[in-house]
């Protein structure tokens, strides 16, 4: 069982360029959502879904964008790319039916914007 | 303000040595408590919840504490292991149906052999 797969695990991007952070899951859970994490300042929500056909903003939602068509896939796009977003970026899943239950976590995916 | 304050931020120890973090927090209302292990290049991992209720739980070499009065938590390794370098992150969840998560910003640890 792969648990979350995140794709690619490392890219350099352009300035100005569009860029889709890939992120699918095996669990079958309803919740999933998009953190960055940036040395000094922790993990940030970007954006986060409940379940499949729904989304909504986090922490700090501006630049990117998600859908979520099925319950597997969350994907995440930088639309124009800043060199602002360089970043580790962090797909979690989540099952909704419990406060208590635990976020799961891909192995990220580290963004370099030049 | 809802926030997760961890401390300290870097700590470096010998190995077999034990040592506590500190997470305190200003959430409310408070459902749970979670710290969890960031190895490096990797996602977190989940290592033990803390419900209102509960004031001690062990996972192992792990044990954490709550005080829901003072709103204050702590998770001490005992006889460490090089393999327990990792970031250490307490995630606070808000209850009353927002379902919302505070985190901390995490504290790095360092195993020495």
């Known amino acids: 069982i792969a648990g979350i797969t995140q794709a690619p695990t490392s890219q350099i991007l352009a300035a100005g360029r569009r860029m889709t952070l890939r992120c699918t899951q095996d669990?079958?859970?309803?919740?999933m959502y998009w953190y960055r994490q940036d040395l000094g300042l922790g993990l940030r929500l970007i954006h986060y879904?409940?379940?499949?056909?729904?989304?909504g903003k986090g922490e700090v939602p501006d630049g990117y964008s998600v859908s979520r068509a099925n319950t597997d896939d969350f994907p995440l796009t930088l639309a124009s790319a800043v060199p602002s977003q360089t970043s580790v970026y962090f797909c979690?899943?989540?099952?909704?039916?419990?406060?208590?239950?635990?976020?799961?976590f891909g192995n990220g995916t580290r963004l370099t914007v030049t | 303000k809802n926030q997760v304050e961890q401390s300290p931020q870097s700590l470096i120890i010998l190995e077999g040595k034990n040592c506590t973090l500190q997470?305190?927090?200003?959430?409310?209302?408070?459902?749970?408590l979670r710290w969890y292990k960031q190895d490096t290049g990797r996602g977190p991992v989940s290592l033990t919840i803390?419900?209102?209720?509960?004031n001690t739980k062990s996972n192992g070499r792990y044990t954490a504490t709550l005080d829901a009065d003072t709103k204050q938590s702590s998770l001490h390794i005992t006889a460490s292991q090089l393999s327990d370098s990792a970031s250490y992150i307490c995630?606070?969840?808000?209850?009353?149906?927002?379902?919302?998560?505070?985190f901390g910003k995490g504290t790095h640890l360092i195993i020495q052999p």
């Open positions: 979690a899943t989540r099952e909704q039916d419990s406060y208590n239950s635990p976020l799961h």
């Open positions: 669990m079958r859970h309803n919740a």
């Open positions: 879904s409940n379940t499949a056909g729904t989304t």
């Open positions: 997470c305190n927090y200003t959430v409310s209302p408070f459902s749970n």
């Open positions: 803390m419900t209102f209720s509960e």
């Open positions: 995630v606070v969840v808000r209850g009353g149906g927002a379902d919302g998560l505070t």
